[in-house]
């Protein structure tokens, strides 16, 4: 009876983990997704994106109800309590960040077809391969229960940080020059910023992963790069 009940929990436990690799790949595309759209001017694709997000939200909510339930049934304890735990945070995590491609999506379909020229986009996308080279190794980092890999993208947070701030500073001198830029430019503002959340989120998610590997949050403080430039663009998103 006990290894019949060990073997369940196992099966819990790796149910959760394939629901929570499952949802990421789901983020990962959404994220390609959202800035493929925004550099080939697709309002199609941005509309399926913001249609897609329904099914991370809806497998967030399974993989709560699933913890829910393996904690009620099972009463975990240490290591096997953090996994769940775990599979908890990185679902919030990911579903945030599938919400920050839906809202870049968003102002893809708001750019109605006017679209600015290519230059202006290229920082947006080199931020968006960024990000999506830390969920890829992140999300690895978990299946693989990899703390150094884990930390490595969580010491890589802060090149991401300063890579927002350049585009920031080379969006404002396309206004300057043009003032014909200033609509594409302000939404391509937000468009990195979200990118940039999409950074903080992965952080997160490295930080989850150190703690159920090691049983204790990471005791330096975060890394970060200087944002102030986009204090303007955060409260407005609030």
Known sequence: MTEHTAKAFDSDL??????????????????????????????????RVTQADVHIDTLQREIEEKA???????????????????????SNDLERIGDLAKNIAKRVIALNSEFPPPKLIRGVEHMADLVLGQMKAVLDAYARRDDSKAMAVWRGDEEIDAMCTSVFRELLTYMMEDPRNITFCIHLMFCAKNIERMGDHATNIAETVHYVIEGRPIADQRPKGDTTAFAALRAGER
């Open 68 to 90: 829910v339930l393996t904690i009620a049934r099972r009463q975990p304890m240490a290591v096997d309590l953090r996994d769940i735990v775990g599979a908890l945070r990185i």
């Open 14 to 47: 790796q149910e959760l983990a394939r629901m929570v690799a499952e949802m990421g790949g789901l983020a990962e595309k959404q994220i390609a997704d959202a800035v493929s759209a925004l550099a080939k001017r697709d309002s199609a694709l941005a509309q």
